[in-house]
């Protein structure tokens, strides 16, 4: 499909945001490497360019207005850490920690990625994105964790999945109207939402099923990611009705921290077999797993066979 001259005008607009947002993050590196060389306060922030391009898009509703706040968060929160690690730099008795950096380095890799999705998405007119939640689709969640496993591999970038299921979500779907089960859909993914930083991901893989990337995460990040969700939706109060009584709406979770070598695809299956064995607790509002990755899986397959043989 050949490209309208709107969209031609935008996707060329890209390329002098990521060139200037480039030399920002050179500079931004030279003032925390080589403070005594600057002036604590002579950096002006970030190009113009990205708002400038942001306002244009925003006037032709080109893309969806959720994509566009992600972005413009993702853009504010990398402006707002450059400023502190600057700002550190600057104080002698302040020393930045490598997370830090690697935060800082993380979320500006994450808008450049963004950018370049969009830039990808006026060139094919495909979005990424579920229609239904606002989410990242199914398919961007395969595509993109290809990504994640060869920054894993390469440059020891960890990250975190987890999978997160509506208890009984065929029964709610069925006993539901349209409009009830859309209320109870757009709320659990406010919640998810919620819970996610702006340089992470979150998909829906499935009718009544998210998968969470929290990139540059451990187990324990995935899990207290985790607890914020159950947090969040306790507090929400969300309530399904069947037969003129009420229920609760409750999740499980599931939280796996990939491996090299990984597949990605397996892991997650593996996940949603671990769940369909457990069942909520009458008395518990959500399950929390802690999954294995299928190297692990192997690894303790062989200890076992190695324990068995030596019986």
């Known amino acids: 499909m050949a490209l309208t001259y709107e969209i ?127 989410l990242r689709s199914k398919k961007a969640l395969w595509h993109d964790m290809e990504r994640e496993m060869e920054r894993l591999s390469r440059r020891g970038k960890p990250f975190v999945l987890a999978l997160v299921q509506i208890v009984d979500h065929e029964k709610i779907k069925q006993s539901q109207t349209d409009d009830r089960y859309k209320e109870i859909l757009d709320e659990v993914v406010k919640l998810i939402k919620k819970c996610v930083r702006s340089f992470d991901d979150a998909y829906r893989s499935d009718d009544g099923e998210f998968v969470m990337c929290l990139k540059q995460s451990e187990q324990a990040g995935g899990s207290a990611a985790i607890a914020r969700l159950l947090r969040f939706l306790e507090e929400a109060e969300l309530f399904y009705e069947i037969d003129g009584k009420q229920h609760e709406v409750d999740l499980t979770c599931c939280v796996a921290e990939p491996m090299p070598g990984d597949e990605i695809s397996e892991l997650i299956v593996n996940m949603r077999n671990d769940l369909g064995r457990y069942e909520v607790d009458a008395d518990t509002s959500a399950l929390e797993y802690i999954e294995k990755s299928p190297l692990q899986r192997l690894v303790e397959s062989m200890d076992e066979e190695d324990e068995s043989a030596a019986l």
């Open 8 to 134: 031609d005008t935008k996707l060329k607009a890209l390329a002098p945001v990521l060139d200037e947002h480039a030399d920002w993050y050179a500079q931004v590196l030279r003032r925390v490497y080589y403070p005594e060389e600057y002036t604590p306060n002579d950096f002006a922030g970030s190009p113009e360019t990205f708002q400038s391009w942001v306002k244009d898009v925003e006037k032709e509703n080109i893309f969806e207005k959720a994509t566009l706040d992600t972005l413009k968060k993702t853009h504010q929160d990398m402006v707002e850490m450059a400023t502190e690690q600057i700002r550190n730099a600057n104080a002698s008795d302040i020393k930045i920690s490598v997370k830090a950096f690697d935060n800082f380095s993380t979320i500006y890799e994450n808008f450049v990625l963004m950018l370049r999705r969009l830039e990808k998405d006026l060139a094919q007119s495909d979005s990424g994105l579920d229609v239904a939640t606002g």
